[in-house]
């Protein structure tokens, strides 16, 4: 199951994997922005399984493990790597020794620094799909940054690219850009966003959903009683705007949710997480769900959902019902 990602014309599989996760720990100061330790063997052969199972998108971040995850993707990519689309992101600031997020910066020599160093670590001389990942930058600023994307694509540094963020007026800044291909924003079914999604179809952009099993809720691995450990993104310490867990535990709003419909959504022999998969499929047609990954297990069930497909509209009307 493929499909066009936005006005680039690239196709990819209709999911792809998160590599956020793989990058293991980093931090800013003392809150972790990442997912605990890694087993770097494991994520490397789980990214081999992704590629078996039809699996051509992924989609990490210079800064997740502080350069890491992108060099365990470059590293098991390997020769492999015409085959699929890498999309990462930059304006973070950080120290791969240290594993510390510093600052950020949008300015035009940074970018360009930025890029040759993901290029680096990603082991390839041109990058699929270039994110801006400071989602609050100021709008008015835009075109300044569009414009350095843009002279990125003309020497042959990337091929198409995006901003992360959730606001549809940024979207839109960002697509007037004549390169601008996607935006990566949050989704899933328990957490809709019905005006990013209006905006990718207004504006034929592709959208890589962040977020696709609500930070692991939707995976089926965690009851009210999980507590998730410090240097989880999830944890304790966890930053201000991570709403699925709530002092290390599932929130208890979320998990109500989830109970409402989990029987609609593990229907047809699909398990929890390709139920929820498949409802962002059924959301729209310009949907990328790109769950996270560190086992090979993972993978396999998460692109199970290339099998399975969409949900039914009956299913979608069920759940808008359950949920509205």
């Known amino acids: 199951m493929k499909r066009t990602m936005g006005r680039s014309g690239m196709e990819a599989s209709a999911i792809g994997m998160g590599c956020w996760a793989i990058g293991g720990v980093a931090f800013r100061g003392e809150v972790p922005i990442g997912w605990g ?9 789980a990214i081999r399984a992704a590629l078996d199972l039809g699996v051509t ?12 995850s992108e060099r365990v993707l470059g590293g098991a990519l390997g020769s492999d790597r015409s085959r699929v689309i890498i999309a990462t992101k930059f304006s973070n600031q950080f120290d791969e020794a240290t594993k510390q997020v510093e600052g950020s910066s949008a300015e035009a020599d940074y970018i360009r620094r930025a890029c040759e160093a993901s290029l680096h670590r990603l082991g390839t001389d041109y990058i699929d799909l270039y994110q801006f990942h400071a989602g609050g930058y100021p709008i008015e600023s835009a075109d300044e940054v569009v414009a350095t994307l843009e002279s990125l694509v003309d020497a042959g540094k990337i091929r198409a ?10 979207a839109r800044a960002f ?7 996607a935006v990566q924003f949050q989704l899933n079914v328990l957490n809709d966003n019905a005006g990013m999604i209006a905006t990718c179809e207004e504006l034929s952009l592709a959208g890589l959903n962040r977020g696709p099993l609500a930070m692991g809720l939707l995976s089926g691995k965690y009851t009210r009683e999980s507590v998730l450990p410090e240097n989880d993104v999830r944890g304790p310490k966890a930053p201000g705007w991570m709403k699925y867990f709530t002092d290390g535990r599932p929130s208890a709003e979320f998990m109500q949710r989830l109970d409402s ?9 699909r398990s929890l997480a390709q139920g929820a998969l498949g409802w ?16 090979v297990a993972q993978v396999t069930e998460n692109a199970g959902v290339l099998q399975h497909g969409p949900l039914s509209p009956a299913q979608m009307g069920q759940i808008a ?3 509205q």
């Not at 962002?280 to 086992?295: A, K, N, V, W």
């Open 175 to 181: 697509a007037a850009g004549p390169h601008c291909s």
């Open 280 to 295: 962002l499929l059924g959301r729209s047609e310009t949907t990328f769900p790109i769950p996270g990954f560190r086992t």
């Open 261 to 269: 419909v989990r029987e609609i959504l593990t229907a047809d022999g």
């Open 37 to 45: 330790e890694v087993d770097d063997t494991e994520s490397s052969e």
């Open 161 to 170: 690219y995006g901003w992360s963020t959730d606001d549809p007026a940024r």
């Open 321 to 323: 019902e359950l949920l």
């Open 57 to 68: 998108l992924f989609d990490t971040a210079d800064v997740y493990g502080a350069g890491h």
